[in-house]
């Protein structure tokens, strides 16, 4: 049994080796799905965690970090965003080059993106377009209740209620 982690920052699977080393998973395309505890993660061009799975429509999310800004760190070790601060990446002298590593802030943000899935495990990004397309057969249907009901595409509670009606079909 191998311990895994996924992380946010890289949407990759990690584990730890027999050395104590972080390793990803290298062979994603043979992955049907990862099962760490309750939660189970489906890769389909990037991991999604699935929500929900309702008569084969599947409802997941992936969270990721991003980066928002990056802020130097200048006088007093305090860092500036606004003010310019010259960072080098490298030094020379009469004994060599030296690389440099400029200190910096680095502030992420979680996002929080949201895809339905099918039965053969092909998700889509919760859009207007992609629902559209992959509710094809029933488009007048759904686009009815996306306009009844206000569908906000990035809100859990009205995804897990569109994929119970979508589930109903």
Known sequence: MTRLNYNKLLDEMQFIDFKGDTLGIANTAMLRLIRINDDVFYY?????????????????AKQTLRVASKNKIGAYDMSNPTSAIDSYGTFVDQRGVYNLVPRADIILVKKTQYYFGDKYNRFVLATRKNLMEQFSKQSKTLNTYLKENNVDLNRKEDLEKLLQFLASF
Not at 44 to 58: A, C, S
């Open 44 to 60: 389909d061009n990037g991991y999604v965690k699935l929500i929900k799975d309702t008569n084969g429509i599947k409802l997941a």
